[in-house]
């Protein structure tokens, strides 16, 4: 019987890894596009990558001239004081993360760009994809929870398995912080660890203080790290450990 609870933890494991892992491959790579001074390439770009989703379910690849807009992983385009006319799309995208069907997910996240088209004077989105998109200040369910949910309560050793939500650091003042080219922070903590932002995370941190005055709460979820800030409530940042 235990057997078959090891076989089961690491399939759900591997299947929830995988489909993690090709989200955020996503969002970074759109995230990546930000740079984009035209609008229409932006789009472009932002279509370009959903690739690796679209790989993964076995659907016909983005086309080619959309893909190769997307810059690879640790580059990005010149930034510009402009406006970014993407963020509405990126936020709006950031918003799927609770569906847990991969290609309901995929639709979700094509539907976000529905803004963009507008103000390109696009055909709009279909509107089966924009319905998915949930209105700013509105989430679904963390997709995490929806995807991990078993008919009955499992296991503890399952449970372990599949991660905990327990914060690993709590009130920990910051050692140092520094910012990006891309604004995404990296901050060393006086424990030793060090967190990097996800570069899909659309957050923006405003620290200004020296490094000790911030006091830093880690809470991990299988690979997946939310840094929190004493005294800033509301605001979670998505980093990985360093």
Request: proline letters at 6%.
């Given at each position: 019987m235990r057997g078959w609870l090891v076989l089961l933890g690491l399939v759900l494991f591997s299947s929830v890894a995988v489909a993690d892992a090709t989200r955020?491959?996503?969002?970074?790579?759109?995230?990546?596009?930000?740079?984009?001074?035209?609008?229409?390439l932006s789009l472009d770009c932002f279509y370009g990558s959903a690739q690796p989703m679209r790989a993964q379910l076995g659907l016909s690849p983005a086309p080619a001239a959309q893909v190769k807009l997307v810059p690879p992983p640790g580059a990005v385009y010149p930034r510009?004081?402009?406006?970014?006319?993407?963020?509405?799309?990126?936020?709006?995208a950031a918003r799927c993360a609770g569906l847990a069907d991969n290609r309901t997910w995929l639709d979700c996240f094509y539907g976000s760009a529905q803004p963009m088209r507008a103000s390109l004077g696009l055909t709009p989105a279909p509107l089966a994809q924009v319905k998915l998109v949930p209105p700013p200040?509105?989430?679904?369910?963390?997709?995490?929870?929806?995807?991990?949910?078993?008919?009955?309560?499992?296991?503890?050793?399952?449970?372990?398995?599949?991660?905990?939500?327990?914060?690993?650091?709590?009130?920990?003042?910051?050692?140092?912080?520094?910012f990006g080219r891309d604004g995404k922070f990296t901050v060393v903590l006086k424990n030793g660890q060090t967190y990097r932002q996800e570069e899909y995370d659309m957050a923006l941190a405003k620290w200004n203080r020296a490094p000790d005055t911030y006091l830093v709460t880690i809470i991990a979820a299988s690979d997946k790290f939310v840094l929190k800030v004493k005294g800033q409530p509301g605001v979670a940042f998505r980093v990985r450990r360093m």
């Open positions: 955020d491959e996503v969002m970074s790579g759109a995230a990546r596009c930000a740079g984009l001074t035209d609008n229409r510009t004081d402009a406006k970014r006319d993407l963020d509405e799309v990126m936020s709006g200040g509105a989430v679904y369910a963390d997709a995490d929870s929806a995807r991990r949910a078993p008919a009955e309560k499992p296991s503890s050793f399952v449970t372990d398995i599949l991660g905990s939500s327990k914060p690993t650091a709590s009130n920990v003042p910051m050692a140092s912080y520094k």
